[in-house]
Each structure stands twice: as C-alpha cells, then as structure tokens.
Nanobody, 115 residues
C-alpha cells in the first residue's frame, strides 16, 4: 500500500507561481514512477508531468517550459513547480504513484488561477 498526501494548492493570479508537494509513504515508493495529473470541471483527468525512479521526466505540452517536476533525494516526495500560471491551469491536481502492479492516487489539491 502507498499513501499520498498533497499540499501546496491555492489561489493565485495569472502569471504567478505555486509549488505542489506530494509526500509518499508505504511500500517502496522510491521505485515507483510518480506524477501529477489534473482534472478541471467537466473535463477528463489528464497527465501534467511524471518522473521515473531514474528521474526521467515527461511533460504534457501544456506544461512544457512552465512547470518542473522533481523528487527529493530519498524519492519519497515529488514536487511540481508551476510558473507563469494561466486561468486554464485551474483544476484539482492529483498526485499519482504507479508501478507494474498498479497505481495509487492522492486526495487532490485545488489550484485556482484568477485572470
């Protein structure tokens, strides 16, 4: 079992920045690929960025150049630094941890970007 606890969401003006954190515990989370997804009202959940156990990163086109995903040295916490935020980034952001056996989700944190 893996437990994921997100923090760092909130309200920010367009052009501002936020940093999301996801603390993972349980199993051997350092071996998991971890990532951030988001879901806006009426929309499907979509990948924002993820990072493998070997720190290989992958970004959605909408996140490239503005967001940075990283992990701490122990690989138990994943961060999403979001810069130059836009109103269309408004969504609930979910932390995800996955391996070949399955995946786990956090409870989500709201990010609201005002224009």
């Amino acid at each position: 079992q893996v437990q994921l606890v997100e923090s760092g969401g909130g309200l920010v003006q367009a052009g501002g920045s936020l940093r999301l954190s996801c603390a993972a515990s349980g199993s051997i989370v350092s071996t998991y690929t971890m990532g951030w997804y988001r879901q806006a009202p009426g929309q499907q959940r979509e990948l924002v960025a993820d990072i493998t156990r070997d720190s290989i990163t992958n970004y959605a086109d909408s996140a490239k150049g503005r967001f940075t995903i990283s992990r701490n040295y122990a690989k138990t916490t994943v961060y999403l630094q979001m810069n130059s935020l836009k109103p269309e980034d408004t969504a609930v952001y979910y932390c995800n941890a996955r391996n070949f056996k399955g995946q786990y989700w956090g409870q989500g944190t709201q990010v609201t970007v005002s224009s």
